[in-house]
């Protein structure tokens, strides 16, 4: 929390602890001189269904301004706020407490304002989802994959729709609702489809050992093709601020191979995460350590997506 990193979290949680975000919020919040706008709505999610748009403006939480209340997160912590702090919390608060409603008052760019009572999103736990989804888009396939990139079960259910690909059919892979992360088990599976050769598609470094030892440590790693399971037609990925994690190092993945990544910025999660044990409480904690980079050299936070296309 003190990082202002939304990768930099605990490994355990109260009941009434912040909610993660961006895993368990519908709000992307920056700070813009003194506003708090909102420049990304999760699709599907209760601020979606309130009919919080792009541009709308965070003005109080539970009653409390906007700028009071992101000043109050941090002097509890007894740190000053600055634009980078200010506009994490205002992303967190905007999240709310996973225990607890929320209660947002949000302006919009019309003037109107309007206070709203909204539920937070650990209820979508609750949902039973579709691990990894499939529909037409006219001609094209579209692959959605359901916050999944941790399981197996989803690169087993992207290989059974994959097979039932036209050949040279364009394909669409929905990486925007992917926040909670994953491994590069399924990321390389999945990449796996579209390479014909051992293909560079992400670089990794390690600081820690460059303080430490004063030699610095950094390596590539390549997705390799899967027997059988290949398609040639084109590819493009869709991502936006909840494309988070390892679903980063996805999109950064496809695009070093030559596909079209498409969308708003990502969550910009930094590097692959530890664990590290604290010695006397025994609390987990979780912060990025590796930093990850695409295989042009642009650290992957940095990374900005070709803007989207309407489709055909």
Known sequence: ????????????????????????????VEKRGPLFVITAVRPGSPAEQAAIMQGDRLVAVSGVPAAMAVERFWSDLGLLVTDERAAHAARVLAAGRRSEPRKLTIGSEAG????????????RDLLGRPLVSAEREGRDLVVRMHDSLGSNEALKGFDR??????PGQRVIIDLSDAPGGGNTT??????????TRPTFYQQHSLPAELRQCGVARQWVEQVLPRPGKHH????????????????EGLAIGFDAIGARVEGDRMAGLHGAIYDYRLENSGLVIKFPVERLFHVNGTPREQFIPHPARVAR
């Open 161 to 166: 729709i994959m097979a039932g690909a036209r």
């Open 1 to 28: 929390m003190l990082l202002a990193d939304h990768h930099a979290i605990t490994g355990s949680s109260l009941k009434d602890s912040w909610a993660l975000v961006p895993s368990y919020s519908d709000l992307w």
């Open 112 to 123: 109107t304002v309007r206070t709203l009572d909204l539920p937070n999103l650990y209820y």
């Open 232 to 247: 040639s037609g084109p590819v493009v990925i869709r991502v936006g601020r909840w494309t988070g994690s390892m679903a």
């Open 186 to 195: 399924v990321a390389r599976g999945i990449l796996g489809w579209f390479v």
